[in-house]
């Protein structure tokens, strides 16, 4: 093992903690969940700031990182749908936005190019907001509760940034799709 292998092992054991964490959701032990949820994100930061601190990324981590973020949110996002403690209509916004850009990032790869992804500033966002929203919501069950008003605007939140993002990378990818297919039909 090499010291340049730190954030990947970091990541590895965050991917590790999904089914124990969703297990214990299930279980609807919130207060542990949320320890180790704020465990996972300190994980994820540290393994970021190695990686981009002593020059240590690579391939394998820019795909493990995002897929143990997306492992944990999405897991953490459907249980707690499952449970009511999120409305339906918001997981399911959240899943198609995933599935409509995975689709498409397929699509553009295999039919038209490949391409490096880069997340909009809108994305990160999206992000942010549903990692405060889970954050609440186990706050809220597992240590005491949080006024209504704080849950509705994180869930409104979620729910604008989630249709925002999914728009704007619909747009800008359909743009780019359209413009090499004009370009590879130009005489």
Do not use: C
Not at 35 to 49: E, R
Not at 54 to 68: K, V
Not at 87 to 94: E, I, Q, R
Not at 120 to 144: E, H, R, W
């Amino acid at each position: 093992m090499k010291p340049r292998d730190i954030p990947n092992l970091i990541t590895a054991a965050r991917i590790l903690l999904v089914p124990p964490i969703l297990w214990l959701l299930l279980q609807e032990r919130y207060s542990t969940v949320l320890l180790l949820f704020l465990l996972a994100g300190a994980s994820d930061g540290l393994d970021g700031f190695l990686a981009k601190r002593f020059g240590w990324s690579t391939y394998l981590g820019s795909i493990l990182d995002p897929l143990a973020d997306k492992l944990l949110l999405m897991g953490a996002i459907v249980v707690l749908g499952w449970q009511g403690n999120l409305p339906v209509w918001l997981v399911v916004l959240v899943i198609l936005r995933d599935v409509v850009i995975v689709s498409g990032a397929l699509s553009y790869h295999y039919l038209i190019e490949s391409f490096e992804a880069s997340p909009l500033f809108v994305s990160k966002l999206n992000t942010v907001v549903q990692i405060l929203l889970v954050l609440a919501i186990l706050f809220d069950q597992g240590v005491m509760a949080l006024p209504a008003p704080i849950l509705i605007g994180l869930i409104a939140g979620v729910a604008l940034t989630t249709v925002s993002s999914g728009g704007i990378y619909v747009w800008e990818w359909g743009r780019r799709a359209l413009s090499k297919g004009k370009q590879a039909n130009a005489p």
